[in-house]
């Protein structure tokens, strides 16, 4: 078997090119080297991004899969207590106090977690 060196060579410059094309390196401060100071100034930086994206998107998409279980629920229990007579509370009750949960997880979720 023969090997190639010159596609070997080229596929090597390629693999390191590529490689130094994608790769971050980690900005922290010169003179101290301190790596969580720069961690926690983009922390900071971002935190009133990710606050709103959460309240505005997250929360309203968890809200709206919850209200349309709880709805299905409540049918499915309806349609069940016709058939057999019997209603069945657990999964409806449930249901609604998650809902009632992330409906009101905004206001206080965001002080437990210090922000």
Known sequence: MKFNFKKIAVLAMLTLLMVGMFSMSVFADEVTGNVAGAVEDTWLAARTQIKDVVNNVVFPIIDLILAVLFFVKIATAYLDYRKHGQFEWTGPA??????????????????????
């Open 94 to 115: 449930i249901l609604l106090g998650t809902l009632v949960f992330s409906l009101t997880c905004p206001f206080y979720i965001w002080t437990i977690l210090g922000m």
